[in-house]
């Protein structure tokens, strides 16, 4: 028999494919990643501050407290995700040595390089990263990323960003279905991504790897539809403890996400939720403030 | 990202009549990689998300996935006591990673009011390999499929603590703990074939399928 091999990317992306058709969570404390598990969220992304709390008190956003992080693992059994800086390859290392599930290399905190991602290959624990196209996410691909995440604009629970990223790298992985392999060497320089990749989704019609969508989903009706638009699963991250009912909103997008296609259901689940979020229309936010444009 | 299983049935071609009919469960998990690899090899696959779905399968795979989640979809919505009852009454079965644990009698280490369906007369340990930096692919030699060895993914996976009289275990990694198990019409593995393209235990379990329709 042959050593067993950790870190492969059938091991990394494997990951991923179990967590389709789930919800992953954002929580901050070990009480709000049980409510999460009680709920049926498929992992937990800890957290210090929710993104609509990174939002209104500002300031530098860094990797959690490795305390927290740890309480949280020892809180649950699902898997747990945290995030470091865009670049931040150090905190990084210590997610990795905090044996967390998932790395989210996240815009919604504060970039540690302008310039390069991190390496992601070197990394025995499996990477997930936003993007708000199919070049985006190429590019985050062919650094490692072992999952995808449609960026939105995190913190606001207006979903209208997350539908235009859902649905910009679906129609672009469309175009690149119907184009001849003389095209695809120019659709490669455009998509600023590398060909061999582009060749790949023009093949077989996806993503190499599992794509949530992230950012702005605060109801029932949000999650399904981003499935409706393809999405293989949800992250909601202030939408479910930024509201006024979190155990019952928690479980309902987790009921919606399974039955994403059947209306009936959908209504009985939206049913006495209570107050959602406290939404910001993104129209309104100053272009300094929006997270999406990180990351590059 | 994958839209050409959106679809309520796969694979339902002209020559589909002559294949057995698969269900997969499909409240959350890799069910369509399961669905891809039963349709290539013939079956007429839909995905079951309610009661009446199953009653028009001859056979049903529970995917690899989140355990804790499928347990609770399957019993929210009502489908936890017809999918016991289908396996009382000799439903073929095949379970991948969250999949064994939905058919094992018992689990340890889940999560507060964890059920399974059960059927299978093992006892698993849920996530027993630790985290995902544990997480692992290796060479298993699966002796009732023939001698070249199973290229198995395990991932945050769950093992066979202990077999009862009534299961047989079918794999075990070099430290002799159980990952593959079987019982008459059930099938169960800790890892997950449906991503390796290894399709020797979706042959072996149409091959249960076929045999009792």
């Known amino acids: ?296 | 990202m994958t839209t050409t299983l959106r679809e309520e049935s796969v694979g339902a071609g002209e020559s589909a009549a002559a294949g057995p009919r698969v269900g997969v469960l499909a409240l959350q998990g890799d069910f369509r990689e399961h669905a891809l690899v039963l349709a290539s090899l013939g079956a007429e696959v839909s995905l079951v998300r309610r009661p009446e779905e199953l009653e028009a399968v001859d056979g049903l795979v529970i995917p690899g996935g989140e355990s804790s989640v499928i347990d609770k979809l399957s019993r929210t919505f009502g489908l936890a006591e017809p999918l016991r009852a289908a396996i009382a009454g000799g439903l073929p079965v095949y379970g991948t990673c969250a999949g064994l644990i939905m058919l094992a009698d018992r689990v340890l280490d889940g999560i507060a009011g964890q059920e399974t369906l059960g059927g299978l007369d093992v006892v698993v340990r849920r996530n027993a390999f630790g985290s995902q930096n544990q997480s692992f692919e290796t060479e298993l030699e699966v002796p009732a499929l023939g001698a070249t060895p199973v290229r198995a993914v395990f991932i945050r996976g769950p093992v066979v603590e202990s077999v009862g009289a009534a299961a047989t275990p079918l794999a075990r990694l070099d430290d002799g703990r159980v990952v593959a198990v079987e019982q008459g019409n059930l099938l169960g593995t800790s890892f997950h074939p449906e991503i390796t393209g290894e399709h020797r235990f979706h042959e072996y379990f149409l091959s249960k399928v076929r045999a009792r329709r």
């Not at chain 1, 945290?82 to 990084?92: D, L, P, S, T, Y």
């Not at chain 1, 708000?132 to 960026?151: F, V």
């Not at chain 1, 794509?211 to 479910?240: C, E, K, N, R, Y």
């Open chain 1, 1 to 296: 028999m042959t050593v067993p091999e950790t870190g492969s990317s059938r091991v990394k992306r494997g990951l991923a494919e179990m967590l389709k058709g789930g919800v992953i969570m954002d929580v901050v404390t070990p009480e709000q990643a049980r409510i999460a598990e009680d709920a049926g969220a498929v992992a937990v992304m800890a957290l210090e501050r929710v993104p609509a709390d990174i939002r209104s008190q500002g300031g530098v956003a860094r990797m959690s407290d490795p305390d927290l992080i740890d309480a949280i693992i020892a809180e649950v059994s699902i898997p747990v995700m945290a995030k470091a800086r865009i670049g931040h390859f150090v905190e990084a290392q210590v997610l990795q040595a905090l044996d967390v599930d998932y790395i989210d290399e996240s815009e919604v905190l504060s970039p540690a390089d302008y310039v390069n991602h991190i390496d992601k290959w070197s990394f025995n624990t499996p990477f997930v990263c936003g993007a708000t196209n199919l070049g985006e996410a190429l590019r985050r691909i062919n650094e490692g990323a072992a999952m995808i995440r449609s960026k939105g604009e995190a913190g606001t629970g207006d979903v209208s960003e997350a539908t235009k990223h859902i649905r910009k790298i679906s129609s672009e992985i469309n175009q690149l279905k119907s184009m001849t392999r003389d095209e695809l060497y120019v659709a490669a320089k455009e998509l600023q991504a590398p060909y061999e990749l582009v060749l790949e989704v023009a093949e077989t019609g996806k993503l190499p790897v599992v794509l949530f969508v992230a950012g702005g989903v605060a109801t029932p009706a949000d999650a399904a539809m981003m499935m409706q638009l393809g999405a293989d699963g949800v992250f909601v991250g202030s939408g479910i403890f930024k509201s006024g009912n979190p155990e019952a909103r928690a479980a309902a997008v987790v009921k919606a996400t399974t039955f994403y296609d059947d209306p009936s259901v959908i209504a009985d689940v939206s049913r006495g939720l209570g107050e959602a979020m406290v939404g910001i229309n993104v129209a309104d936010l100053a272009a300094p403030h929006r997270l999406a444009e990180r990351g590059w």
